[in-house]
């Protein structure tokens, strides 16, 4: 089996594939603090529950925007499941061409989705992941990741509106009843979350302009792209495992240097 771990600033998810089939997926908190063997120990706890052993894991293919954790996940693979850790990053085989002005700036989750994306759902085709961050990417037809953009996340300007101001409360992310709110809270919700609605459907109809293909599916992913994509009609296929199943599919292609 491969046990598949994407890092990102808030969270870790991590799935075990049997062969192309998802049969685990669990989410643990990122935390720069914890150490391998607590990671360690929480991953063994996990297995244990479903009644996994270590010894199923073959491989393991990470993507990781932390890279202050890496050392920690790495240091825990090879002592918990008795594995070296297949990165995505430079030398690692994708199935696309990068065609970033650095490709080394590129965030490796994005390519595992851009992967995912292009392989499940062919091109072109245009990823969206609500995480900690937005980030947009754009795959043309011949499979080249062109670039994207990158804005903060919901839950990140939210917390910024209430953090930065003196008078506005705390308030849950959720939808509100109207565009126009009658009390400060409404307000708030309306501003974040249409407001929000508005700034993907512009960027994806600026992004499928200049990609030359007005009918380029958006395949979303991450924590908020339900709520988004319950308010617009640009969002055409929601995928809440992409990143893992990009994973997946990479570590295929390397499977000789995994193991």
């Not at 594939?17 to 643990?28: A, H, Q």
């Not at 491989?59 to 202050?68: C, T």
């Not at 990609?211 to 988004?228: E, F, N, Q, Y």
Request: hydrophobic share 40%; charged share 20%; aromatic share 8%.
């Amino acid at each position: 089996m491969l046990l598949t771990m994407d890092i990102g600033n808030t969270n870790i998810k991590t799935a075990l594939f049997d062969g192309p089939e998802m049969v685990n997926y669990w989410r643990i908190s990122t935390s720069r603090e914890t150490t391998s063997d607590e990671y360690g120990i929480l991953l063994m706890n996990l297995f244990r529950n479903e009644g996994r052993r270590p010894e199923d894991v073959e491989g393991v293919m990470i993507s990781s925007v932390v890279p202050q954790v890496n050392f920690t996940v790495e240091h825990m693979c090879r002592n918990y499941f008795k594995r070296n850790p297949l990165f995505v990053g430079p030398g690692v085989k994708t199935g696309i061409n990068i065609r970033y002005d650095n490709p080394r700036e590129l965030g490796s989750d994005r390519i595992a989705n851009a992967v995912a994306a292009y392989t499940l759902y062919g091109g072109p085709c245009i990823t969206i992941d609500f995480g900690t961050a937005t980030t947009f990417g754009a795959i043309s037809a011949k499979g080249e990741f062109l670039g994207g953009a990158i804005c903060p996340g919901l839950k990140l300007s939210s917390e910024a509106l209430v953090e930065r101001t003196s008078k506005l409360p705390r308030f849950e992310l959720v939808r509100p009843e109207s565009v126009i709110g009658r009390n400060t809270i409404a307000n708030m919700q309306s501003g974040i979350v249409f407001g929000y609605v508005g700034q993907v459907s512009y960027l994806v109809k600026r992004i499928r302009e200049e990609l030359g293909a007005p009918d380029a599916r958006v395949v979303a992913t991450g924590g908020m792209a339900v709520l988004i994509a319950s308010e617009t009609d640009v969002i055409n296929t929601l995928d809440g495992l992409l990143t893992l199943k990009g994973l997946r599919i990479i570590y295929e292609k390397n499977a000789p240097l995994g193991a």
